[in-house]
C-alpha cells in the first residue's frame, strides 16, 4: 500500500458525460500528479500540482482540468468524455516539486470506462 | 525532447532463468533521473529504483540489478534466478532536471515479462 487513495475504483459512464476523480496524497506530500495509460498511448504525463498551484502539464487534453485544494486531495475532471479516454488514471504524489529527486508513490488507479 | 525506449515488447522465460530487460532514453539535459517501476497484474506501479545521472554505479539489489550506461544512453535491468511472482509489466521512465524538473516522467511503453513455472 503506498499511502496514496484513489476513488473511485471503477467508473462506467457514457459518451458526452463528466466525471470527476479524486486523489488523496501520501500524508505529508505537496505534490500530486495525474497520468494517463490506455493501451494506445501508454503510460502519459497530464498535470502536476504542488501545494495547490499547478507547476507542469503533460499531454492533457483541453477536456480535461484538475485542482489541488487546500487538504492537498487532488481532482481530475473530465468533461465530453470520448471512447478513445477509457483508461487507467493513475494519480502519484511526492514530497517536493523537483520530480527526479524524489520518489513518486502511486495510487492503485481509477478505470474510466467510457461506453 | 526526452524519449524512452523500451525495444522488448514481451519476454518469456522459464522460472530460475536470468532475464535483462533494455532500456535506452534520449536526453539533451546533463542532469536526469531514470528510474524502473514494475506493475503487475493487480494493476498498481510499484517503485524499483531511481537514479540520478552522475551515478554510474551498478545496483544491486537481491535477485535485481541495474546497468547504467551513459555511453550508450542505456539503464538496463537483471532478475537472476527469475520466479513466477517476476511477472509483470516492467516501465522503465525518465525524468529531466530542466525547468525546475516539474514535468512529470516520462515512460518507456513497457515490457511484459513472463515467467513460466
Known amino acids: 500500500d503506498s499511502g496514496v487513495t484513489q476513488t473511485p475504483k471503477h467508473l462506467i459512464t457514457a459518451t458526452g458525460q463528466r466525471v470527476t476523480l479524486r486523489c488523496s496524497p501520501r500524508?505529508?506530500?505537496?505534490?500530486v500528479y495525474w497520468y494517463q495509460q490506455s493501451l494506445d498511448q501508454g503510460l502519459q504525463f497530464l498535470i502536476h500540482y504542488y501545494n495547490g498551484e499547478e507547476r507542469a502539464k503533460g499531454n492533457i487534453l483541453e477536456r480535461f482540468s484538475a485542482q489541488q485544494f487546500p487538504d492537498l486531495h487532488s481532482e481530475l475532471n473530465l468533461s465530453s468524455l470520448e471512447l478513445g479516454d477509457s483508461a487507467l488514471y493513475f494519480c502519484?504524489?511526492?514530497?517536493?516539486?523537483?520530480?527526479?529527486?524524489?520518489?513518486?508513490?502511486f495510487g492503485p488507479g481509477t478505470r474510466l470506462t467510457v461506453l | 525532447a526526452q524519449k524512452v525506449t523500451q525495444a522488448q515488447t514481451e519476454i518469456s522465460v522459464v522460472e530460475k532463468e536470468d532475464v535483462t530487460l533494455d532500456c535506452v532514453y534520449e536526453t539533451r539535459d546533463t542532469t536526469y533521473y531514470l528510474f524502473w517501476y514494475k506493475q503487475p497484474p493487480s494493476g498498481e506501479l510499484v517503485f524499483l529504483i531511481r537514479r540520478n545521472s552522475f551515478d554510474e554505479q551498478n545496483e544491486i539489489s537481491g535477485r535485481y540489478s541495474w546497468n547504467f550506461q551513459k555511453s550508450t544512453s542505456s539503464f538496463n535491468f537483471t532478475i537472476t534466478a527469475s520466479q513466477v511472482v517476476d511477472s509483470a509489466v516492467y516501465f522503465c521512465a525518465l525524468s529531466e532536471a530542466a525547468g525546475g524538473g516539474a514535468d512529470g516522467l516520462t515512460f518507456g511503453k513497457g515490457t511484459h515479462l513472463i515467467i513460466q513455472p
Open positions: 500524508s505529508g506530500d505537496l505534490s
Open positions: 502519484a504524489s511526492s514530497v517536493g516539486a523537483a520530480v527526479g529527486r524524489n520518489e513518486q508513490f
